[in-house]
């Protein structure tokens, strides 16, 4: 059977945001974890591994 993660994300937020919700200075220690959890997933999986993320910008992972 395929393993399939379905990933969304969140935009970083703008310099001008008054209340943070996603601020630029989280961006790597958010890569790192969501690299650290997508990696730690493929050596639980045997056979074919499928990801599926939006396009858009802020669902975004790279491996």
Not at 31 to 60: P, Y
């Amino acid at each position: 059977m395929n393993h399939t993660i379905l990933f969304t994300g969140h935009m970083i937020d703008e310099k001008e945001r008054q209340k943070p919700c996603f601020p630029a200075s989280k961006e790597t220690a958010v890569r790192a974890e969501l690299r650290k959890q997508l990696v730690e997933e493929k050596t639980k999986i045997n056979n074919l591994l499928i990801g599926i993320a939006g396009g858009a910008c802020g669902g975004r992972v790279f491996l």
